[in-house]
């Protein structure tokens, strides 16, 4: 098994330095950066950028569908006909939004170590102290906010949706399930599809928090870099430029998914 994974690690290894923009065989780095502080090697500050794009994407992609689902429940909650489920609801958002994003990161990357490790002291635990993955503490705070936010947009887009529409669904004898799945999420994607283009694009920037906590995305790979060549405005301006290349890539993206999204409803 361990033989497995550790094949399984290779072939992706390899499989994100072959399409690795950076400094991957057609990467820009590889070949306009040689003989610069953004040569790919020993020789500068390539491969270290060119991870930090890396982790700054993977945070973001992973996030997204994360805070997505937990947005919805949250937005089916705020919604229920059930009072502690919409008060609930309602606590969960007002928390999330009240907090600045880096305390809410602070809370569960330092919070977390410090309930699992009080759990297991209570369990009889004489081991080392326990320490959350950075990747995953940033992920869950990031998910949280996220869905924090993304709870009010899907909100506003299912009261935007007539109350025919579930008369309709009860008319022709669909369970609760299937109205929603078949005649109000198409709705609903198409209504909140603006303002979660919105969300994305802040939480891309957003990501920019993990850094923080050490983990290596963009900002804390520019960061070390300044820090050992002296380079702050050249290492600076760089991460602005990463950071609007995909902000500008999400947009592009982005149009496509609107784009598709009213011609499916136009075929509806």
Same mark, same amino acid.
Do not use: H
């Given at each position: 098994m361990g033989g497995l994974f550790?094949?399984?690690?290779?072939f992706w290894s390899s499989l994100v330095h072959i399409f690795d923009p950076l400094c991957g065989p057609v990467g820009i780095f590889a070949w306009f950066g040689q003989s610069t502080l953004l040569a790919c090697g020993d020789t500068g500050w390539g491969d270290e950028i060119?991870?930090?794009?890396?982790?700054? #994407?993977s945070v973001a992609i992973v996030t997204?569908?994360?805070? $997505?689902?937990?947005?919805?429940?949250?937005?089916? /909650? =705020?919604?229920?006909?059930e009072k502690p489920l919409r008060l609930a609801a309602g606590i969960y958002t007002t928390i999330f939004r009240g907090l600045p994003e880096l305390l809410t990161?602070?809370?569960?990357?330092y919070g977390m170590q410090m309930l699992i490790q009080s759990l297991l002291i209570f369990v009889g635990y004489d081991g080392p102290p326990v320490e959350i993955n950075a990747f995953l503490?940033?992920?869950?705070?990031?998910? #949280?906010?996220?869905?924090?936010?993304?709870?009010?947009?899907? $909100?506003?887009?299912?009261?935007?949706?007539?109350? /025919? =529409?579930?008369?309709?669904?009860?008319?022709l004898g669909l369970h609760h399930g299937r109205t929603l799945r078949l005649i109000i999420l198409p709705q609903l994607?198409?209504?909140?599809?603006?303002?979660?283009?919105?969300?994305?694009?802040?939480?891309?920037?957003?990501?920019?928090?993990?850094?923080?906590?050490?983990?290596?995305?963009?900002?804390?790979?520019?960061?070390?870099?300044?820090?050992?060549?002296?380079?702050?405005?050249?290492?600076?301006?760089?991460?602005?430029? $990463?950071y609007l290349v995909l902000a500008v890539l999400s947009s592009f993206l982005l149009v496509y998914v609107e784009r598709w999204a009213k011609r499916s409803e136009i075929r509806r």
């Open positions: 550790s094949a399984l690690g290779s060119a991870l930090g794009l890396q982790v700054t #994407v997204l569908p994360i805070g $997505l689902a937990i947005g919805f429940l949250v937005a089916l /909650g =705020q919604q229920s006909e990161l602070f809370i569960i990357y503490a940033g992920v869950i705070a990031l998910s #949280v906010v996220f869905s924090a936010y993304c709870s009010e947009v899907l $909100l506003s887009a299912f009261r935007a949706i007539p109350k /025919g =529409q579930y008369e309709a669904g009860d008319a994607v198409r209504i909140a599809l603006p303002g979660l283009t919105n969300l994305w694009m802040v939480l891309l920037k957003d990501t920019s928090y993990v850094s923080i906590i050490s983990l290596a995305d963009i900002l804390r790979q520019t960061s070390v870099a300044v820090r050992v060549t002296k380079e702050p405005f050249f290492f600076y301006g760089l991460a602005c430029c $990463l």
